[in-house]
């Protein structure tokens, strides 16, 4: 459903958010929704133009597809991990699957794409200490 919202209702947080998705409106609908709450997005359609970008920018928090391109989801969190220079910006993979990937690394918070997405990135964004 449409709805208008009142731009005086929305405050711009300074937060930056790098999200990783391959299909075109997927990327779209996940801009509309975080750039409604306030958040700077960023958004990567390949996992190269996404270690690009995050190593160019230092966003506060990066969202990666599990299905990319030649590199898995798993594959980028796991390169943002070990990266000096992105080691500390957390990652958080998005997923359809109810199981954890085994290879993911520890800190890396799985988001599952569901209704409660809102309610599961707000408990990412607290976890992270991320207002």
Not at 65 to 80: K, N, Y
């Amino acid at each position: 459903s449409r709805y208008i919202a009142d731009v005086e209702d929305v405050m711009s947080l300074l937060v930056e958010i790098l999200v990783v998705v391959p299909q075109r409106t997927s990327l779209r609908w996940l801009e509309r929704e975080l750039t409604a709450c306030g958040y700077r997005f960023f958004g990567a359609r390949t996992s190269f133009d996404a270690i690009d970008l995050a190593v160019r920018m230092k966003p506060d928090m990066i969202m990666v597809s599990g299905l990319i391109d030649e590199l898995s989801g798993v594959d980028l969190a796991c390169a943002f991990n070990a990266m000096p220079t992105t080691r500390k910006i957390p990652v958080c993979l998005l997923t359809s699957d109810d199981e954890r990937p085994a290879d993911l690394p520890a800190d890396t918070l799985v988001l599952k794409k569901s209704a409660n997405f809102g309610e599961h990135f707000a408990d990412a964004l607290e976890s992270y200490g991320i207002a």
